[in-house]
Nanobody, 124 residues
Framework: QVQVTESGGGSEQAGGSLKLSCTVS????????MGWFRQAPGKEREGVAC???????LYYVDSVKGRFTISRDNAYSLSLQMNNLEPEDTAIYYC??????????????????WGQGTQVTVSS
């Protein structure tokens, strides 16, 4: 059984930094794209950043470019360093694997496995 587990998050003031981490268990010999999504209150879930399965290609949504950095620590581990946080970054952040990850697209697929989500709150 595939499990996706996030850690990190919390509360921070605008301009501060937070780091999220994610691990995937239950997969052997299969390596998928991995990424981060977020859902703000009253809004739809959106893709934020992703790592192509080899870890060599990384993509970001425009609103976080230059502030967030995604890194693929190994085939089943992912992190998201979030700097210069803005109140608009407040959301529940989800880690996911088996996603669509390509230029302009950070999206779920029919096979996507999701974490339980971790809250990030940024105050002004």
């Amino acid at each position: 059984q595939v499990q996706v587990t996030e850690s990190g998050g919390g509360s921070e003031q605008a301009g501060g930094s937070l780091k999220l981490s994610c691990t995937v268990s239950g997969l052997t010999s299969i390596v998928y794209n991995m990424g981060w999504f977020r859902q703000a209150p009253g809004k739809e879930r959106e893709g934020v950043a992703c790592s192509e399965w080899r870890g060599s290609m990384l993509y970001y949504v425009d609103s976080v470019k230059g502030r967030f950095t995604i890194s693929r620590d190994n085939a089943y581990s992912l992190s998201l360093q979030m700097n210069n946080l803005e109140p608009e970054d407040t959301a529940i952040y989800y880690c996911a694997t088996a996603i669509r990850c390509q230029p302009g697209t950070v999206a779920a697929s029919r096979q996507t496995y999701w974490g339980q989500g971790t809250q990030v709150t940024v105050s002004s």
